[in-house]
């Protein structure tokens, strides 16, 4: 479930409390908040071929779609030379001070969709809560690690036959 934070960077900040994407934990609410800052960020985009493949749901379901749209925000900023980790992920804004982080020492990718569907769609960024539950701010719990490991895959028994 994501919360509001804010900083001298943004004023308001929709964060995640959970890592959204490939090998994360991907919660419901934290994933409808990463859809719904997607789609407003593609909304009006110019010309339409600019925007990712696949329709884009605000239903809390992190498949393929989801993460291609992360994966085409991600090198989109890449390509206008901005400071970003293009890693299919969307993690939790450790540092809402900045809006870097302290190892990849590039911004959040929540940070630039923050600061961009706020520039350029106003209205939908300030009607996200009605959108996706957040919570309370003073109830959000420490950051965590956001690694999921996926299972490995099962062993294949080769019968052994007996002989001669």
């Not at 004023?11 to 789609?39: E, F, S, T």
């Not at 992920?89 to 540092?95: A, G, H, L, S």
């Not at 923050?114 to 009607?127: G, Q, T």
Request: hydrophobic share 45%.
């Amino acid at each position: 479930m994501g919360y509001i934070e804010t900083s001298a960077a943004l004023p308001v900040i929709y964060n995640v409390i959970n890592a959204v994407g490939l090998n994360c934990p991907n919660h419901r609410d934290d994933v409808k908040l990463v859809q719904y800052l997607l789609l407003n960020r593609y909304k009006n985009v110019q010309p339409k071929g600019a925007t990712p493949k696949g329709e884009m749901k605000v239903d809390g379901i992190c498949g393929g779609v989801t993460i291609n749209w992360i994966n085409k925000f991600q090198i989109d900023i890449m390509f206008a030379h901005r400071s970003i980790m293009a890693d299919k992920r969307v993690d939790r804004i450790r540092n809402a001070a900045t809006l870097t982080g302290d190892i990849s020492k590039t911004t959040y990718t929540l940070g630039w969709l923050n600061w961009l569907v706020a520039y350029f769609e106003p209205e939908a960024f300030a009607k996200l809560p009605l959108f996706v539950s957040l919570a309370n701010p003073m109830e959000v719990p420490p950051p965590g690690i956001d690694i999921v490991v996926p299972a490995p895959p099962p062993e294949i028994m080769i019968p052994v036959t007996g002989g001669i």
